[in-house]
């Protein structure tokens, strides 16, 4: 019976791509926290998702204009129905909001969508004004 003795030594070639890291995603959002308010949605955001008070596990976050997007899963759902949400969180006054999903991909869906339709303030294209 043979008995080979692994290496002690890793080759640069396995330790080159043992600490290689992914290249950075792009930023969801990008708040000015010498803003009262959007400081607060960012202190509200993480205690909401702490573990110590967590009230919602968030699975996307996106910006569109005074209001963050935020498709999350609640931890204590009042029912099965009840369990996936779009909140909304102001970032110019204190205020959230939220409409219920069956599934993280429709809440997703609809943030997209509203991603891709102009705000208030925004000029709409030619083609949807038809």
Request: glycine content about 2%.
């Amino acid at each position: 019976m043979v008995c080979h003795a692994r290496s002690a030594n890793v080759s640069a070639r396995r330790r080159r791509m043992r600490y290689r890291r992914p290249p950075p995603l792009p930023l969801p959002a990008v708040l000015d926290l010498s803003k009262p308010f959007e400081r607060q949605a960012h202190e509200f955001l993480c205690r909401a998702t702490s573990k110590r008070d967590l009230m919602w596990t968030l699975y996307s976050l996106r910006r569109q204009g005074d209001v963050l997007l935020c498709v999350v899963r609640w931890a204590h759902p009042e029912s099965a129905a009840h369990r996936f949400s779009l909140a909304q969180v102001s970032l110019i006054q204190s205020a959230v909001s939220w409409r219920y999903f069956a599934s993280t991909e429709a809440a997703r869906a609809e943030m997209e969508r509203r991603c891709a339709s102009p705000t208030i303030g925004e000029e709409a294209p030619l083609t949807m004004l038809r």
